[in-house]
């Protein structure tokens, strides 16, 4: 592994020096290795006062900043009184000073978009990057916390040999993927790390970061089709389904593959659930032969869950809010096309499979949900791809109306199971996966 010389910098953003003064002694128990002094933020700032308590009994190296309103901080009086004050800084001892548009430049971008130039500074030779004491407290929009640098992208560990994985979607933030992935690296000993890519163009973000070092991705929403035609090549299940959720760089020749693993996840999830609840076995056989099966949505998730269901003997109902969408998809598998308003009077069965393969109910939205509580009494078994939060409102009324509900959570720890061994080789640890999902969702 390269050396890592990057440093983690803790900003102090409050508006007292005793404040600032207890933040510095938390920063340096966080693990950071110098704290950032943002003066700008201090109220009634008296320099040479509070310069000289701040920069006596430092526990850690400073940076003094005090950025001016033009440069997205605080300060809006006279620059050259400002630049007096830092220069007053570097007579008191501060260890580094912070000017703007002076080396030494740090490539740092802001927001959601810039989380991987914050995550991946090691790599690259960065000089230094900024974590949070805690969230909410950010000098700058896009700052990651130390807790989130350090346990779950393993920063210290990231060097320039260091191969990147990550999920590839709009949005991202919500994807418990770098907290499931990276533990599993660590556990396998794998020099590798997994972060968020936030992604409009799929084609120009692959033709972009097409380093060999950038060795694979999951693909989520609204990417999963479009990566169908963006890979080199697509295994043969997921040229049928149409959607590609996993991206691989080959290693002997850096071409792009495609495979799909929500299939696998979400009905293997479904036939364990059906299982639980009709004491079925393998011997007898999948649960779904026979069942009809209503899969919300005609994208990417949902193909892979009309497709799979079909291959275990189900027949098949796509709703969507397309009804063209919906009849499109539905011919594919040889099923019936409804649009989503019909839903709600589409009973021909007793004991249905509903399986929502949308973002309806995911956070924040949590409210939401694609059918009502009364139309859901047709249903023996409710399946949820959403699993942000958990427990979304169609698993509780589900559950409240009698019938079995399958989390979504159990479907993205499958799917990324088999992500792990297609970007390794190596078998997942699944124990180790599961535990890190429950521990932090």
Known sequence: MGENTTLLCVPLISHNVEDMLVQMNRAKASGADLVEIRLDHLEAFRPSEDLQRLLSDRPLPALVTY??????????GDDH?????????MEMGADYIDVELQVPIIGLVMR?????SRILCPKFGG????????????SAPGQLTMKELLNVYNIRQIGRDTKVYGIIGNPVGHSKGPILHNEAFTSVGLNAVYVPFLVDNLREFLHV???PDFSGFSCTI?????????????DPVAKSIGAVNTIVRRKSDGKLVGYNTDYQGAISAIEDGMRGSYGATDKIGSPLAGKLFVVIGAGGAGKALAFGAKGKGARIVIANRSYDRAKALASLVGGEAISLGDLESFHPDEGMILANSTSIGMHPNIDETPISKQALKSYSVV??????????????????????VVSGLEMFIRQAMGQFELFTGLRAPEKVMREAVMRNI
């Open 222 to 234: 609204p990417h999963k089709e479009a990566a169908v035609e963006c890979c080199d090549e697509v």
């Open 127 to 138: 000089y230094l990057t900024f974590g949070t004491l805690e969230a909410g407290k950010e």
């Open 383 to 404: 399946f949820d791809a959403v699993y942000t939060p958990k427990v979304t409102r169609l698993l509780t009324e589900a559950e409240e109306v009698g019938a079995t």
């Open 67 to 76: 950025r001016p309103k033009w440069e997205g901080g605080e300060y809006e």
């Open 112 to 116: 959601e978009r810039g989380w991987i």
């Open 81 to 89: 009184t400002r630049l007096d004050v830092l220069r007053l800084a």
């Open 209 to 211: 970061y097409s380093s």
